[in-house]
């Protein structure tokens, strides 16, 4: 899926991922470049996965090339 980094917490390590009008939750150990932080408003692909309850994560998160 394509998506944007609509939010992240530096200290906690967590973020959100907007794609298609649903927001999926991620933490900085599901970044493929190694980092532990990432800017809002980067654009990524990513993978979701079952998180329990009923709700899914974003897994396997990699920046792309702003489109344009």
Known sequence: MDGTVVAFDDPRGLGTI?????????HCTALLDGTRTIEVGTPVAFEVRPAGMGRWEATK??????SG
Do not use: L, N
């Not at 998160?61 to 702003?66: D, H, Q």
């Open 61 to 66: 998160v990699a920046g792309r090339p702003a």
């Open 18 to 26: 907007e794609a298609d009008g649903t927001e999926y939750p991620f």
